[in-house]
């Protein structure tokens, strides 16, 4: 922590997916596939979508409820919101529009970051930012997704992959001098930016030569993601945590982005750290991008597989690409 700054406290988690279950088996309606070749692959049973007019700002919402809940802040108290989205419902802002649903009344700023399924990450750097300068106290980050909107849902090799979800994190100035963040970076490579593509074309105007027209819809390249993160995470995470004067035995639980199971297992390998500390839930939820680690979060305390207070190391990574981890202690009660 920088001389000088306030200390950050993480103060509550929170997290919402829509009640629509899709499964594996459903999924061979659409495509010649089966449950074993997609958990094979992926390690993913089932994902949940939203259904009818249910969208990521829904979602958004009952997650801060519910992460305010647990900190015991009321939404007038938050001085700022800030959304993480990888394919947001609203472009003029879905902060705005979460804070509009929590009828916060007082004029506080309210904007997106768009940094993919590494967002929530590079909001808790922002936020850290805000809060030790004592510019503001009280800092809601609401990571929220409806991917299934801008998938092709004919192409089985990305639509098998992501579902839909939001996770919430409030964070505070710490009121007892203590700071929950022992590590935080984040890093981008636009180079690698084609891996993962969702373009916004648009119309040109009619005066002026036509643009060439893009499918609205999210295109990946599996293999070259694949490549790119297990050459590239494993390393960052195991400098992270020397950076931060800590040995892997130091670290009580890892709570990665939930991608993809092998790519899970990877930076696993390479850091060292046990089955039982690593939280994995992309079985039951699929990828739902920035959302997925507070979702894990939220659920790995839930189940008995996380005990607060503990060490936590989050990591993770998305189009851009951005990537991003933390090394944070989190308190009990607080999800």
Known sequence: MIKGAIPLKIAGIGYSVPDTVVTNEDLTKLYDTSDEWIYSRTGIKERRIVSGNENGIDLGEKAAKNALEKAGIEPDDLDMIIAASSAPIEMYSMACQIQKRLEIKKPIPAFDVSAACAGLIYGLSIARGFIASGMYKNVLIVATDNNSRLLDWSDRATSILFGDGAGAMVVTSSDDGKDDIIALDIQADGEQGGLIELHLDGDACPLVKPNDKREMKIRMNGKGVYVFVVKLLPNYVANLISEAGLKTEDIDYMVPHQANIRIIKAVQERIGISDE???????????????????????GVKNGQMKLDSKVLLCGFGAGMTWGGAIVNLRKGVC
């Open 277 to 299: 500390k690593v939280i994995t839930n992309l079985e039951n939820y699929g990828n739902t991008s920035a959302a997925s680690i507070p979702i894990a979060l939220v659920e």
